[in-house]
């Protein structure tokens, strides 16, 4: 059951994108495959939380073929909230573009008929790509990302949109070869790309190859992710495209390639002391795009340098490589991944009242209507990190490691921090003089008109209140993903269940969580050593725990 629990998010939307290419002269048959393949899909997730939470690290050997040999698809309590948080804002995006008519205007329509099974195609990539548990379907997930995210940016594109299109195609092509290369390199090197394979033998290899396979995968993913320097293309080619599009892409590919970087970064370079790189790319990024925004005058590429700059948000709690600074890492992620594809809704959707984009322009032109300034001002403020919302929750937890951490480094890059946040609402405030205020001089506010409409106001209300969740439910997530923290900070749970065999951590990691004993409580200095004693994270016993899972994981390969 298990098994087909963790190929469903990969293998249903793949499903669902071919019978809806093959029904392509039916609108209402692809609107049905694409919402009902995701939400099935969001189901599968919940459930994949909800276990991997209880039990541990869950696996899958495709095939029958034993880690590392075969590919290994493996959901931990980090792959699995990410995972959940991405299929629900992709369906969200979804029902906003049938809404909108970006996913076709009726029945026979052959320009949009490669909507559905591109963006199901899309979903299933984040989807892999979270799941992956080696580097090579990795790169794969990449690949099928970059295809679908292609076909859909140039969809009934005119020519600035394909010049934008070219500049992201180009871009990602660079990255994935820089990625290709790395993948052959550090296989020549160990001989493996399994995750958890490598996650024994880099630590094994000499210093400075470590330094120099830590800082190509940094590279690689710092591209993908948009982390300045490396963000150059992230401004030119999301505005162009239609606001669904936008949204999905900001929300998801870049998050992709921050979980990539944490996974690698934390897997395969185990480190005790903050890195001195990551913490000068963190506080540059939350600078320099933040900057960028305060600079521009189009709403679409105020919100892209915005996303660029809060990437430098998660680049800070990783960079400590602490308990709780990795806490904060994905608290923000999910928190970013709602609202920033909430806030390209909200974009799109100004710009279709208004028939602008220019702030200028929005000033004179009758405001939105009021639940649109409403889903603004939640989404807008949460991105400040105006308590009690979700960005709050995601910024206390990152200053708080920062503190715990001191230094002059961490100290600096708070500062960086706040002041960023500050620039935020500063940004956020001018966008809403531009689109929302009222005054003597504008027209009267507009109102929503047509099924289409409400449809996606609705939808993006959807995106606004999982983002809400995410801060009502604030104890709960938190406590989860300080338990996925501990998760990448030890280690030994992860190799465990893909290898069934203990693998190799730092020595004060090790101590911290053995020390803790079997009723120990995650925290700052470690956790609880409880997995390999068969125990569930709160300490009760587990019978169908780790313990026995590894047993039997480890006979099979032995009669194989």
């Known amino acids: 059951m298990t098994d087909w629990l963790l190929i469903a998010p990969v293998l249903l939307p793949v499903l669902a ?27 599968d997730a919940v459930v994949l939380l909800v276990l991997s939470d209880r039990r541990g690290p869950l696996v899958l050997d495709v095939g029958g073929w034993p880690a590392p040999a075969g590919i290994t698809l493996v959901a931990d309590r980090l792959s699995a909230l990410l995972l959940t948080v991405a299929l629900a804002v992709a369906l969200a995006v979804l029902v906003f573009a049938i809404g909108q008519g970006t996913a076709g205007s009726g029945s026979g329509d052959p320009v949009h008929a490669p909507f559905h ?11 892999l790509a979270f799941l992956a548990g080696d580097l090579f379907n990795l790169f794969v997930a990449f690949e099928l990302m970059l295809a679908a995210s292609y076909v859909l940016i140039n ?27 790395a993948i052959a390199v550090v296989y020549a090197a160990t001989g493996t790309v399994n ?3 490598l996650g024994g033998k880099v630590p094994d ?8 396979f830590s800082l190509l995968l940094l590279i690689v993913f710092g591209i993908k992710a948009a982390m300045v320097p490396l963000h150059f293309w992230l401004p030119d080619s999301y505005p162009t495209a239609p606001a669904p599009i936008t949204a999905v892409l900001a929300a998801l590919l870049t998050k992709v390639g921050l979980y990539a970087m944490v996974r690698t970064q934390t897997l395969l370079f185990p480190r005790t002391e903050p890195w001195t790189p990551l913490l000068v790319a963190a506080g540059v990024t939350l600078l320099v795009g933040i900057l960028g925004a305060i600079a521009q005058q189009d709403l679409n590429r105020l919100l892209s340098f915005v996303l660029v700059s809060h ?6 709690g990783l960079s400590l490589y602490s308990v709780t600074g990795l806490t904060g890492t994905v608290l923000y992620a999910m928190h970013h991944i709602a609202v920033q594809a909430a806030l390209f809704l909200i974009a799109g959707l100004v710009a279709a009242w208004s028939g602008t984009a220019s702030l200028s322009r929005l000033a004179r032109a009758a405001p939105p209507p009021g639940i649109l300034a409403g889903l603004f001002l939640v989404s807008g403020l949460s991105l400040a990190g105006i308590p009690p919302l979700s960005g709050f929750v995601g910024k206390l937890v990152l200053l708080q490691a920062g503190v715990e951490q001191g230094g002059t480094a ?22 809403w003089r531009a689109a929302f205020a009222t005054g003597s001089g504008r027209p009267p506010r507009a109102r929503p008109r047509g099924g289409g409409a409400r449809l996606m106001v609705g939808a993006t209300a959807g995106t606004v209140l999982i983002g809400v969740a995410v801060a009502l439910g604030a104890g709960p997530v938190a406590r ?9 900070l030890e280690r030994d749970a992860y190799l465990e269940a893909v290898l069934g065999m203990r693998g190799e951590i730092p020595t004060d990691v090790r101590e911290a969580g053995e020390t803790g004993g079997a009723g120990g409580t995650p925290g700052a200095g470690g956790a609880a050593y409880t997995r390999g004693a068969g125990r569930d994270p709160d300490g009760g016993p587990d019978p169908g725990g780790e313990t026995d899972r590894g047993i039997h994981r480890t006979e099979e390969r032995e009669r194989r």
């Open 17 to 43: 994108a071919g019978l809806s290419l093959a029904v392509w002269r039916s609108a209402g048959a692809q609107r049905l495959l694409g919402t009902g393949g995701l939400l099935v899909a969001l189901v």
């Open 117 to 127: 099974p591109s963006y199901l195609l899309l979903a299933a990539g984040v989807s």
């Open 155 to 181: 969809l009934d594109a005119d020519e600035s949109r394909i010049r934008a299109g070219m500049t992201y195609t180009i871009t990602s092509l660079l990255s994935s070869l820089l990625f290709l290369t």
């Open 195 to 197: 995750l958890a394979d």
């Open 205 to 212: 290899l000499p210093e400075g190859l470590r330094t120099v």
């Open 311 to 316: 990437i430098g948000y998660m680049l800070f």
């Open 410 to 431: 961490a100290l600096a890059l708070l500062a960086a921090a706040l002041l960023t946040s500050l620039l935020t609402l500063y940004t956020m405030a001018k966008v």
């Open 480 to 488: 989860v993903g300080e338990r996925a923290a501990v998760d990448l």
